[in-house]
């Protein structure tokens, strides 16, 4: 796992901060930011729920 996230940032949330609402475990989901010069700025939205999709940005490699 230490070399999958090596230089990277990673977080978890369900984007429901301060709305008051009770948490939508559904919604929870992983955002993996790059700090690398190659793809540095990427932010990919990975969804605990298998059945979501991964969001990632397209970008020039």
């Known amino acids: ?3 999958i996230i ?10 429901q901060a301060g709305d008051g609402r ?3 475990i559904e ?3 992983m955002h993996k ?4 010069k190659k793809f540095k700025g990427v932010d990919i939205k990975i ?10 940005p397209l970008f020039e490699v």
Do not use: A, C, G, V
């Open 33 to 36: 930011r790059m700090n690398d």
């Open 27 to 29: 919604e929870l989901h």
């Open 1 to 3: 796992m230490k070399q």
């Open 6 to 15: 090596q230089n990277q940032t990673i977080s978890f949330d369900t984007h």
């Open 22 to 24: 009770k948490i939508d």
């Open 47 to 56: 969804p605990l729920d298998p059945n979501k999709s991964i969001i990632y």
